[in-house]
Nanobody, 118 residues
Framework: QVQLVESGGGLVAAGDSLRLSCVVS????????MGWFRQAPGKDREFVAG????????DYADSVKGRFTISRDNAKNTLYLQMNSLKPDDTAVYYC???????????WGHGTQVTVFS
């Protein structure tokens, strides 16, 4: 069974940076499309960034373009989210997710909290 474990969240000031990591168990991480999502208090979970398995093509929500970078290290079974120029609006629980069976995100981590204060 595939498991996703996020880390790297924390409490930071506006303008600071954080790097989130997501370690994925199993042998076929390199074949999964992966993504980062976030959920702020009282709001729906929203897409942040995605990366394909085949060409490592990336996609970003407009709200994070130019500030966040998604990447993957297939040798380490790890997904990353580099977050720069953080804003208080980025405060949320961040989840990594994988498309392991279908073209939908069907496997999720438990999340890591990111809090940005002004």
């Amino acid at each position: 069974q595939v498991q996703l474990v996020e880390s790297g969240g924390g409490l930071v000031a506006a303008g600071d940076s954080l790097r989130l990591s997501c370690v994925v168990s199993g042998r076929t991480f390199s074949r999964y499309n992966m993504g980062w999502f976030r959920q702020a208090p009282g709001k729906d979970r929203e897409f942040v960034a995605g990366i394909t398995w085949k060409r490592a093509s990336t996609d970003y929500a407009d709200s994070v373009k130019g500030r966040f970078t998604i990447s993957r290290d297939n040798a380490k079974n790890t997904l990353y989210l580099q977050m720069n120029s953080l804003k208080p609006d980025d405060t949320a629980v961040y989840y990594c997710a994988a498309q392991t069976i279908t073209a939908q995100y069907d496997t999720w981590g438990h999340g890591t909290q990111v809090t940005v204060f002004s």
